[in-house]
């Protein structure tokens, strides 16, 4: 069982930083990943950023320039760097661990486990 717990979140004028912090507990035999899902009001819960087991990064495109996923092993802890916050990045932010589904036939890897989210609010 893995346990997440994330801290950083807060309240920023428009332009400013913030990073926000995920302390993963527990091992999790096929983990796939960890990432970065945000959920803003009245939208759908969407992946911002992941660090995949086979090294690549996904990002969504608004943020590719400006949000930065850093891990360190020794703590395992997961990093979220934002740059030039925009009102637009309001949201819900949630740490998540991802597993290979076994049951699937391509082996595939989803999310399985979630921290309790942070919120993250930006202001002009």
């Known amino acids: 069982q893995v346990h997440l717990v994330e801290s950083g979140g807060g309240s920023v004028q428009a332009g400013g930083s913030l990073q926000l912090s995920c302390i993963r507990s527990?091992?999790?035999?096929?983990?796939?990943?960890m990432g970065w899902y945000r959920q803003a009001p009245g939208k759908e819960r969407e992946l911002v950023m992941a660090k995949l087991g086979d090294g690549s990064t996904r990002a969504i495109d608004s943020v590719k320039d400006r949000f930065t996923l850093s891990q360190d092993r020794a703590t395992d802890t997961l990093y979220l760097r934002m740059n030039s916050l925009k009102t637009e990045d309001t949201a819900v932010y949630y740490c998540a661990a991802m597993s290979v589904n076994l049951t699937t036939r391509a082996y595939a890897c989803e999310t399985r486990y979630w921290g309790q989210g942070t919120q993250v609010t930006v202001s002009s």
């Open positions: 527990g091992v999790d035999p096929l983990n796939c990943g």
